[in-house]
């Protein structure tokens, strides 16, 4: 089995900046990409940003410019940088990674539990 355990949400003003990580562990070979999702209250969960074991990297169009997705594939870590934060932000973010677990090589999907980030003054 393989966890993701996200950590660093929390309250933050407009404008203000947070940083997000995401530890993946347990049965890996190896990861494909990680990827940080969030899901707004009566909304639909969407990507915000992606990066693969080489280094490509996507961002939604509503947070380019303001934030900035880095990961450690050596560690099975990724991070995401949010600056310029703004109340359309708030909501459960999720990290997912696309890997091929240890044993059988099955290509799966798995997910965090997802952090809260609340965007208000």
């Known amino acids: 089995q393989v966890q993701l355990v996200e950590s660093g949400g929390g309250l933050v003003q407009p404008g203000g900046s947070l940083r997000l990580s995401c530890v993946a562990s347990?049965?890996?070979?190896?990861?494909?990409?990680m990827d940080w999702y969030r899901q707004a209250p009566g909304k639909e969960r969407e990507l915000v940003a992606t990066?693969?074991?080489?280094?490509?990297?996507n961002y939604a169009d509503s947070v380019k410019g303001r934030f900035t997705i880095s990961g450690d594939f050596a560690h099975n870590t990724v991070y995401l940088h949010m600056n310029s934060l703004k109340a359309e932000d708030t909501a459960v973010y999720y990290c997912s990674a696309d890997l091929f677990q240890k044993g059988d090589y099955t290509r799966r999907r798995y997910w965090g539990q997802g952090t809260q980030v609340t965007v208000s003054s």
């Open positions: 347990g049965s890996i070979f190896s990861i494909n990409s």
């Open positions: 990066i693969t074991s080489e280094q490509i990297i």
